[in-house]
């Protein structure tokens, strides 16, 4: 059996030029003769629509764009549709279309998928009709997490009657690191239990800070892979499911890591009609990677990287600086910031009743750097790049309008490790970044010889805490008894659980991890517990 | 049957407090001989604990806090609780102590809220006990939305073998205006369908922006109300089941709102430590309001309004505003911002490359007054107050980083019209808002002979459309229909889509309606919808 997945890049809302671009995919598959088209979850509507799905308008026109691919369908095209029914309201549904008519034949079952609000705009569908295509009896299955799709499956199989040949598996799920091999592994698993073919094939492209990932697997009944194709490029895959293996090159982490950051940022900009970025470039490794990636996303003659030197900034950071931006080919500014802080200072400090200095120098200092990238913003269309990691936003150790701004954070979900790993890939495809840069201490040069080390814990020994809270879930006990030192591990919680007002502040970034800030993890801002050791 | 009610006002996470106060609670029960002690949902926890529900220490640390209820339990308590056994996992309980046993009597069922993830932590258990106090057979459940309790209810009904005589419902659910009459409404159904009791607990406070109201209801089999409390504090409600009905007084809307504004406020500063707050103030109305809300919860000792006038400020601006200042009796600082103004501007020409004055010049002045204000807050641990209302919001009237910064928006999810509303309501208390400020034409004052209606559509106008889109989800057609005009329609739904980005990063404030910003209404901040006139 000939099928064809379209990997496609739809834009949430935008039903008219998603519907285009999906006839184009079905006219492709069409010409190459195959038996089957198949289109991801949302593929008409795009993902995620968020309140759009509470309008009645929108609702509607989703319907009427679906009943257009109907007079398109000279093969079977199988796609993630939105439907409506009088008794069982709104669907998250797989529709089938096929020359002169189309139904649903399935819809999504489990709706307990916390980021997404499922339940707030569809109803549940357990029934799944199996679907006859090329003398194989084929399942359609909407669902969007390992979790779920276990849980789906095992529902299926139990209903259902006739046994299918085949289940295929439409996405629409944001890609973490790790995810394609929890998949393809997930997909052998239930292949081999249930001696049935299994498919999968997700959306793909940023939206809003998730990367749909395009992941697009098939594997036999056997346990033989005959897909596996974990690209970030929209492409029409065609295969047999009695053929050889398709498999494309198994991705290295960081190449893997970077290229979702760059397409989430150009989809970012692409789908909000940006076309040029501007970023403070402070001499540190943040700024460098995502003028890295800012350019790399949308052309380096798109790109602004602004110095904005004070009296603290070393000339070592200003040289480096300079440097980084020629290796880009991006455009320069340099605008020093000591004219606008000290009139500040004048005027402030009648009110400041002779307090000494304090976090409010070196705050302002941050604050007057977003005002002038937000002016630029302002005066050109530029969109304003943030160049905050996720081991600073876990501590708050950034400026409330200052550094934490911008309308994209393209690396807020990296650790700083993870900061200095992708700079260094970055580097194996051409030296951009200094070298300096990458092997200095990290400074935020707001006071005279600052040191990030001055305030925070080494990075190495609050990524090793973060990972250990955030992704281990370990306990107190565990991570005293990993060798934390107790104080250091107070020190970072209570950090971590008072900058929770600053974090639901921040602009959005791209998600990578499986515990994205303003996405996984969520603390409430109120939050009175002081955690310690369980005296048992 | 006498009944004591524990109407308490927890903090999320801060479990040895909370369970000081249930021992406080149980002791005054006792001494009044109530046969039953009841406290709501979450009453050891606190809520909204998010993430921290997924720390093995904690969920450790509140089974054990909630063990020592047990010692001081000589008469019946119930008490919303966490539980966890290795068959079910993680269940949002209703537990029952008593003397020298403690039991989990009920936990939720229906887990489909979508502002607080149950799902993401905590199992469903469809099994209720009824439970013999006082000779009556009675059932625990803990629910919290309109929509569930039905569903609840309708399953226990459905599932059980001995029908209760009273069923009580736990609660820790978030107010929003017409909530009350919707709970006494749906209550008394519920007791007069089933020919059985009813009573309703919700949790007290404000807690991340949400108020908990507090509400507690008793209505008997025959319809009716034994009990009706929704003022906004703590206290010891104790009924009796036969006795007469206790009602106090049906609330005002503006007065409710507004008490509930000032609760929202007053909580998040205590539960985050802060006693002093700043803002600034305009001449306008918005700002008006905020200040006399912070003065009414953290008193006015503990206010500061800061003028910063610009060359466009004028004078009748800064007369009303002293004398705001001076009504209210709080601290007033004035900062002028001309001088740093003109450095920026000084600083900045060379790169604007001979372009003319646009927004670029009005958004700076904000943010310099968002710099002041935060610089003020750095230096003397003020707590800084976002002015926003939800009309501007709605339509992206602000600055981001200037006027909608802080670390709290108390008016964020009222309507220009509710503002004024209230601004109204509070001078019946005692007149300090000046009448001026009150009827002046909106204005942000940030150009010359700047208008509000400049940009927008007449705040009547707009706090109508947003009405008919929000709230009462009409279709376009609808809305034209009910005489909006097609090009005003459009304007609105543009600036309604393009400024998701800004409400995400906005400051969280008092939810009050059914459709506040950043908690009920999210809309793709990639957004590729037209909404226009559907053509059939």
Same mark, same amino acid.
């Given at each position: 059996m000939k099928i064809a997945l379209a990997k496609i890049n739809q834009t949430a809302?935008?039903?008219?030029?998603?519907?285009?671009?999906?006839? @184009?995919?079905? *006219? #492709?598959? +069409? !010409?190459?003769?195959?038996?089957? $088209? &198949?289109?991801?979850?949302?593929?008409?509507?795009?993902?995620y629509c968020g309140d759009l799905l509470l309008n009645k308008d929108f609702i509607e026109e989703?319907?009427?764009?679906?009943?257009?691919?109907?007079?398109?369908?000279?093969?079977?095209?199988?796609?993630?549709?939105?439907?409506?029914?009088?008794?069982?309201?709104?669907?998250?549904?797989?529709?089938?279309?096929?020359?002169?008519?189309?139904?649903?034949?399935?819809?999504?079952?489990?709706?307990? @998928?916390?980021? *997404? #609000?499922? +339940? !707030?705009?569809?109803?549940?569908? $357990? &029934?799944?009709?199996?679907?006859k295509i090329a003398n194989k009896n084929i399942m359609f299955v909407v669902t969007d997490s390992c979790e779920t799709v276990n849980e789906n499956i095992a529902t299926i199989f139990k209903e259902t009657k006739i046994k299918p040949d085949m289940v295929f598996i439409l996405g629409c799920s944001p890609y973490y690191y790790g995810k394609a091999e929890e998949y393809k592994s997930l997909m052998k698993n239930l292949a081999v239990q249930t001696k049935t073919d299994f498919g999968f094939l997700n959306m793909l492209g940023g939206n809003d800070g998730y990367v749909f990932d395009g992941l697009a697997i098939y594997v036999d009944k056997n346990g033989n892979f005959k897909l596996t194709e974990q690209s970030f490029e929209e492409k029409l895959i065609?295969?047999?499911?009695?053929g050889q293996n398709i498999e494309d090159k198994q991705n290295?982490?960081?190449?893997?890591?970077?290229?979702?950051?760059?397409l989430g940022l150009k989809d970012y900009m692409r789908k909000n009609n940006f076309k040029k970025c501007v970023l403070g470039i402070s001499g540190g490794i943040d700024s460098a990677l995502v003028a890295a990636v800012a350019a790399d996303a949308v052309g380096a003659e798109n790109v602004t990287g602004v110095l904005m030197p004070s009296k603290y900034t070393s000339k070592e950071s200003t040289d480096c600086s300079l440097e980084l931006c020629k290796n880009l080919n991006i455009q320069t500014k340099t605008i020093p910031i000591n004219d606008i802080y000290d009139v500040y200072i004048k005027i402030l400090t009648p009110s400041f009743e002779g307090k000494g200095q304090d976090l409010t120098e070196e705050n302002l200092q941050a604050r007057i750097r977003s005002n002038i990238l937000?002016?630029?913003?302002?005066?050109?269309?530029?969109?304003?790049?943030?160049?905050?990691?996720?081991?600073?936003?876990?501590?708050?150790?950034?400026?409330?309008?200052g550094d934490a701004t911008g309308g994209y954070a393209p690396i807020s979900d990296l650790l700083k490790k993870e900061v200095y790993e992708l700079s260094r890939y970055r580097n194996t495809i051409s030296k951009v970044i200094p070298e300096f840069i990458i092997t200095r201490p990290p400074t935020a040069e707001l006071r005279e010889n600052q040191k990030d080390s001055d305030s925070l814990p080494e990075y190495d020994i609050?990524?090793?805490?973060?990972?250990?809270?955030?992704?281990?879930?370990?306990?107190?006990?565990?991570i005293i008894e990993s060798g934390v030192k107790e104080e250091v591990l107070n020190k970072v919680w209570k950090l971590l659980s008072v900058s929770e007002y600053k974090r639901r502040q921040s602009p959005v970034g791209t998600k990578v991890?499986?515990?994205?800030?303003?996405?996984?993890?969520?603390?409430?801002?109120?939050?009175?517990?002081?955690?310690?050791?369980?005296?048992?």
């Open positions: 809302g935008k039903i008219k030029d998603n519907l285009n671009k999906i006839s @184009d995919y079905i *006219f #492709n598959a +069409e !010409k190459e003769k195959c038996d089957l $088209t &198949v289109f991801p979850e949302f593929a008409v509507c795009g993902g989703n319907i009427c764009a679906s009943n257009e691919i109907i007079k398109k369908s000279n093969i079977p095209v199988i796609c993630g549709t939105i439907t409506k029914d009088d008794k069982e309201g709104l669907l998250n549904s797989v529709s089938l279309f096929n020359k002169e008519f189309s139904a649903v034949v399935s819809a999504k079952h489990t709706l307990n @998928d916390s980021a *997404f #609000n499922d +339940e !707030k705009y569809f109803k549940k569908k $357990t &029934v799944v009709d199996a679907v065609i295969f047999d499911t009695d290295d982490k960081n190449k893997e890591m970077y290229d979702v950051l760059v937000m002016a630029l913003s302002n005066k050109f269309g530029y969109f304003v790049l943030c160049t905050g990691n996720k081991s600073e936003d876990a501590v708050g150790y950034s400026t409330l309008y609050l990524d090793g805490i973060l990972t250990k809270i955030l992704d281990k879930q370990m306990t107190y006990s565990q991890s499986k515990t994205a800030f303003l996405r996984d993890i969520t603390l409430p801002m109120s939050n009175g517990y002081i955690w310690k050791k369980i005296q048992k």
